[in-house]
């Protein structure tokens, strides 16, 4: 059974479009992550929810945006996609207070042409 | 700024040997430690971590060790063996404040050679 599973696992489109990734967890976890990897590999958070709220945005430009139809459930929706928006993005959950326990998905390798 | 680093982009070791993978930190805030694995074409995974209250902890083959004046912790993996080749990303965390936010280094490419 996938804990946490993501799509989809690529995706290539033009600078401009309009993208969504999904995400669901079957852990019954409360809270969810979205995580961006560049292309200097550094892994950095991009927002957290708890239960559907938001809890952390890490100044993300606001053509990003998530979106938690239940608490299962963290969806990525890009805007106006750019060409630094390629990378690798990640979601993830965990338990409130078991931030140890962050289980991520598969990821999602973006390219933008 | 990098708050988390890890120095070293690879390290290759012979099977059976220890493979010793280091990392730093510069928030003084940091009072939680993580080591992830990850294997191409997959999510990372925890494998173990540390409080600021220890300076070891022990799981099988894996010691994570923490030098909290140094700011530095390093694992520890002995015997290697080759499906532990893999990038290992270091990550810490504030355990005050509540945001539930992890740092993450930039990985170490772990290579054990049969």
């Known amino acids: 059974d996938t804990a946490v599973s993501q799509t989809p696992k690529y995706l290539v489109t033009q600078m401009g479009n309009d993208k969504s990734i999904k995400c669901e967890q079957n852990l019954g976890h409360d809270t969810m992550y979205w995580y961006k990897q560049d292309s200097k590999k550094f892994l950095k958070i991009m927002f957290s929810y708890n239960n559907k709220e938001l809890i952390i945005n890490e100044t993300v430009p606001n053509r990003f945006s998530p979106k938690s139809p239940d608490k299962a459930h963290l969806n990525l929706h890009i805007n106006s996609l750019e060409l630094g928006d390629s990378a690798v993005y990640f979601c993830?959950?965990?338990?409130?207070?078991?931030?140890?326990?962050?289980?991520f998905g598969p990821g999602t390798r973006l390219t933008v042409l | 700024d990098q708050q988390v680093k890890q120095n070293s982009p690879s390290l290759s070791v012979q099977e059976g040997r220890i493979s010793i993978l280091n990392c730093d930190y510069t928030?003084?805030?940091?009072?939680?430690f993580l080591w992830y694995k990850k294997y191409p074409a997959e999510g990372p995974t925890f494998l173990i971590s540390i409080s600021s209250i220890k300076d070891k902890n022990e799981d099988g083959r894996f010691t994570v060790f923490l030098n909290k004046s140094a700011k530095h912790l390093s694992l520890h993996i002995v015997p290697s063996q080759p499906g532990d080749s893999a990038v290992y990303f270091c990550a810490a965390t504030s355990t005050q404040g509540g945001s539930e936010k992890l740092v993450f280094g930039k990985g170490m490419k772990l290579t054990v050679n049969p």
């Open positions: 993830a959950s965990s338990r409130p207070g078991q931030f140890n326990e962050q289980f």
């Open positions: 928030n003084s805030m940091f009072d939680y």
